[in-house]
């Protein structure tokens, strides 16, 4: 009885707050194995792939380079190192478009491949790694460049050092991928199971040995048969669990899956290593693996290249900075003219304005739907306060508040209904009657919140320029006052000083000559006394 009732309590699921059924189109990219994309003529691989600073180029235009050969050095704690992802000569560091929302240009490494595919030394595997010290694994997977592939970009060492201070009791392994149409992790999952596993194993290792739970919605039975197989090879089953979750989007959301699996809140405005948990994708797992075992930089990534529009959908292994064309291309280009084309899924990606783009870490998906799955919505209609937008949302918000504070570019009050806790899931969009396009409007307060803050930041970081130099020029202009008041008083007391040196030794002098006269007259007076 016992037994049964703790079996219940290990396998017990929770739910989260709204969430929306949507259909997930999977059947049209994971019916076939992943496919490597042959080596393309140019790569363009931005320096900048992951949250945080950009990294700093390390080699020379006109340079040979080596597939694996580090590019860009991680600047600053939260970055990630780039490195070539093929062999060939570095023929431009310059701003090109990038998959970015914005549609803004950033800085790139582009190589003119060889054709050679030549690796560059790699470092030595770390087959031992229970013996090292841990700071060194992590630096391995910063040289690595390995970021969170589910699309956070998070630089995945600065994520497995929670500090000191935080107890790491549970590693969460995210096999959900709950967007439509996205198989990437899917295949991953039934591919290379025994990979994930051996890089939850080292993160797990990284954390001071915390439990591992794996989530895997269950609209991926194969990967959920495949990683409970690989699992049953390891000695990790006393503290691993694979768990079935209910496929509900966006239960691969982080905080949301973390509920799931947990039962635990992550509490607003915190990352969830403040409640003992820390959350890894599956794609990122396998990167430690590759990065500690093999000693192999992250330079690839499976891509699902997707929607009606695709000639034949499916899921290739690409290397960082393959033109997104050359994927269409692969997969027999379009059926039918695209009314859109997404970067990532169509509830969280963003339109593609180059098709020329390149493929970075977090592209986890080219989407190119036809007009049938992506109609035009037609104009916004107004808010009819119905509140269907709060019902989904899984973060707990009010969608409605803030869209209206969004739109009014009421920064603060948008602020106090927690915009930073919204996931941009889209839920909320998703459901308005009124096909407000609400994350839209998230987005922009964000991005003005960020650009507010960032003025913040200058104004403020001038004041004290300012501030400090003032400081400096008093400062100088009280010690030049000092001075010339020292040089006066010793002018004024100079000559008094003078004086009395002189007198003193005069004094001396004259005090000198009297004993010198009375030791003579002493002298002479034994001379007489004597003569007598
Ligand atoms: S769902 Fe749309 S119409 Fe309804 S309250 Fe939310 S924003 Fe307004
Ligand atoms: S997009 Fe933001 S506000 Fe809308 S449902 Fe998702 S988390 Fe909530």
Redesign the pocket.
């Known amino acids: 009885m016992a037994s049964i009732l703790s079996l219940l309590r290990r396998e017990r699921l929770w739910t989260f707050h709204g969430g929306i059924h949507v259909p997930d189109e999977k059947a049209l990219s994971n019916g076939r194995a992943v496919e490597t994309m042959p080596l393309p003529k140019r790569l363009v691989i931005p320096l900048q792939q992951h949250i945080g600073a950009t990294a700093r180029p390390v080699v020379k235009v006109g340079e040979r380079v080596l597939k694996g050969q580090l590019l860009a050095q991680a600047e600053g704690y939260v970055s990630a190192c780039i490195h070539a992802s093929s062999s060939g000569t570095l023929v431009a560091i310059e701003p090109r478009p990038v998959p970015h929302p914005s549609g803004l240009s950033a800085l790139c490494a582009v190589i003119e491949t060889d054709g050679e595919d030549t690796w560059a030394e790699l470092p030595e595997p770390m087959t031992r790694y229970a013996q090292l010290d841990t700071s060194e694994i992590r630096e391995r997977i910063r040289w690595a460049g390995v970021v969170g592939l589910g699309g956070a970009s998070f630089p995945t060492s600065v994520k497995l050092n929670p500090g000191p201070d935080q107890r790491i009791r549970t590693l969460i392994i995210n096999g959900a991928e709950c967007e439509p149409y996205i198989t990437c992790d899917d295949l991953l999952m039934r591919e290379r199971a025994g990979d994930i596993l051996a890089g939850a194993r080292i993160m797990h290792h990284l954390l001071g040995d915390p439990r591992i739970l794996i989530g895997i919605e269950d609209n991926k039975p194969e990967a959920f048969e495949a990683m409970r197989f690989a699992l049953a090879e390891t000695d990790m089953r006393g503290y691993t669990e694979i768990r079935s979750i209910p496929t509900l989007y966006p239960s691969g959301g982080e905080k949301q899956l973390i509920r799931i699996l947990t039962g635990a809140e992550v509490p607003t405005h915190a990352i969830p290593a403040r409640i003992g948990i820390v959350c890894q994708n599956v794609g990122s797992a396998a990167a430690v693996a590759d990065a500690v075992l093999e000693g192999r930089p992250l330079i690839s990534r499976i891509v699902t290249v997707t929607g009606r529009a695709i000639d034949e959908p499916r899921n290739l292994e690409v290397r960082i900075g393959t033109p997104v064309s050359d994927l269409i291309a692969h997969c027999g280009g379009y059926r039918e003219r695209p009314r859109k084309l997404v970067c990532g899924g169509p509830m969280m990606g963003f339109e593609i304005a180059h098709p020329t783009i390149p493929v970075t870490k977090p592209a986890n998906c080219v989407l190119a739907l036809t007009e049938v799955e992506a109609p035009d919505p037609g104009p916004a209609l107004a808010c009819i306060r119905c509140g269907r937008?709060a019902e989904?949302?899984?973060?707990k918000?009010l969608?409605q508040q803030?869209y209206w504070h969004a739109r009014a570019k009421d920064l603060d009050r948008v602020q106090d209904y927690n915009l930073f806790d919204?996931?941009?899931?889209?839920?909320?969009a998703q459901v308005c009657p009124s096909h407000i396009p609400?994350?839209q409007y998230?987005r922009y307060a964000k991005n003005e919140v960020w650009a507010r803050e960032e003025d913040k930041r200058k104004a403020e970081l001038a004041r004290m320029r300012h501030e400090s130099k003032q400081a400096r020029l008093e400062r100088q202009e009280r010690e030049r006052k000092a001075r010339l008041r020292q040089k006066k008083e010793s002018l004024e007391a100079g000559p008094g000083k003078s004086q009395t040196d002189q007198d003193a030794k005069k004094a001396a002098i004259e005090a000198a000559k009297q004993r010198a006269a009375a030791k003579k007259a002493a002298a002479a007076k034994a001379e007489e006394t004597d003569d007598a």
């Open positions: 937008c989904v949302c899984p973060a918000l969608p803030l919204c996931i941009e899931c889209g839920c909320c609400l994350v998230y």
